[in-house]
């Protein structure tokens, strides 16, 4: 398993096959336990939701390594259901270190940066609430006026 970081340097095509790779990590990691739903639907976000709450009850309990695996499959789980559902172009974002999906070029952007979310959620909690943090792009990119330019953090 390759966990991204910020020395990594990948290209686009590289970037996206990473994501979707650990994506689909994820995916079959947990798909026993949710019999099956993450199928990388919009719907799916509520599953990732409650491992995430999971993940969060057990945070003391999980090693650098183990917390640094899980960031990485399930934020790459995230991105996934944007971009298969929504389209767009996975770029390195040099401000915080790791990729970002921009959706809807050249009419519009809708941006996600998604794995210091995942942090903030096994950190803080339900008060980080990822499928809150995933409708509001979801609604943007269904909503988006021409010319518009929005960034998820």
């Known amino acids: 398993m390759k966990v991204m970081n910020e020395d990594d340097n990948f290209d686009q095509d590289d970037l996206t096959r990473h994501i979707a790779e650990n994506a689909e990590l994820c995916s079959n990691h947990f798909n026993e336990e949710y019999n099956g739903k993450l199928d990388f639907s919009l719907e799916s976000i509520s599953v990732i939701e409650e491992i995430l709450d999971q993940v969060s009850n057990r945070k003391a309990n999980i090693d650098n390594e183990e917390r640094s695996w899980l960031i990485n499959i399930i934020g790459a ?77």
Not at 81 to 106: A, C, D, H, M, S
């Open 77 to 153: 789980y995230i991105f996934e259901v944007g971009r298969l559902n929504f389209g767009g172009k996975y770029y390195w974002y040099e401000p915080t270190n790791e990729p970002i999906l921009v959706t809807g070029q050249p009419a519009f952007e809708v941006a996600i940066v998604v794995l210091q979310k995942v942090v903030g959620r096994i950190d803080n909690g339900k008060e980080d609430s990822i499928t809150f943090f995933f409708q509001g792009y979801v609604d943007s990119v269904l909503n988006a006026e021409p010319g518009a330019s929005i960034t998820y953090f």
